[in-house]
T-cell receptor
Framework: DAGVTQSPTHLIKTRGQQVTLRCSPK?????VSWYQQALGQGPQFIFQ???????QRGNFPDRFSGHQFPNYSSELNVNALLLGDSALYLC?????????FGPGTRLTVT | KNQVEQSPQSLIILEGKNCTLQ??????????LRWYKQDTGRGPVSLTI?????NTKSNGRYTATLDADTKQSSLHITASQLSDSASYIC???????????FGAGTRLTVKP
């Protein structure tokens, strides 16, 4: 079991650009949550996907959007990147219980 | 205001020593409390999970305690090792298990 995987590992983008991050959940998991973690801070909840629908959303602007595919994998899209979007983006998957986190994608916006 | 407060923000100890990390929360209603270990640049890994009725939970050299009356939890690390250097994050869930509130973490450095 590969656990939760995320790609890419690192990414450097320029202000104003758009980015797509990808997540494959742990085998048997149907729910995917995305978090943003700034340096030295705890993760902040962005949104959660279940059955290809956004089920819950945190306090993030509409520039942050997502998608879940029939195989339960998920994408996080961020438009019009700002310097403040630089962070570690974590994906977590679950099936009615414990969330398992992926290794994260480190996004740097210059 | 964050509903989960951790202290200290950072801690440096010598290898072999014990330490205790604190977590205070105001999340209500309360479902469970988790402690995660997060290595730099990696995703958090669960150490312990406790429900309302549990006072203590151990995982090897890690022992977590919970006082649901005072809304406080601690994570005690015994005989620290260099590999214990990481951030330790306290996460409290409300009634909805998906509603997880994260603390900012305690950054632990173990020195030889």
């Amino acid at each position: 079991d590969a656990g939760v995987t995320q790609s890419p590992t690192h990414l450097i983008k320029t202000r104003g650009q758009q980015v797509t991050l990808r997540c494959s959940p742990k085998s048997g998991h149907d729910t995917v949550s995305w978090y943003q973690q700034a340096l030295g801070q705890g993760p902040q909840f962005i949104f959660q996907y279940y059955e290809e629908e956004e089920r819950q959303r945190g306090n993030f602007p509409d520039r942050f959007s997502g998608h879940q595919f029939p195989n339960y994998s998920s994408e996080l899209n961020v438009n019009a990147l700002l310097l403040g979007d630089s962070a570690l983006y974590l994906c977590a998957s679950s099936y009615t219980g414990e969330q398992y986190f992926g290794p994260g994608t480190r996004l740097t916006v210059t | 205001k964050n509903q989960v407060e951790q202290s200290p923000q950072s801690l440096i100890i010598l290898e072999g020593k014990n330490c205790t990390l604190q977590c205070n929360y105001t999340v209500s209603p309360f479902s469970n409390l988790r402690w995660y270990k997060q290595d730099t640049g990696r995703g958090p890994v669960s150490l312990t999970i406790m429900t309302f009725s549990e006072n203590t939970k151990s995982n090897g050299r890690y022992t977590a305690t919970l006082d649901a009356d005072t809304k406080q939890s601690s994570l005690h690390i015994t005989a620290s090792q260099l590999s214990d250097s990481a951030s330790y994050i306290c996460v409290v869930s409300g009634d909805n298990n998906n509603d997880m509130r994260f603390g900012a973490g305690t950054r632990l450095t173990v020195k030889p």
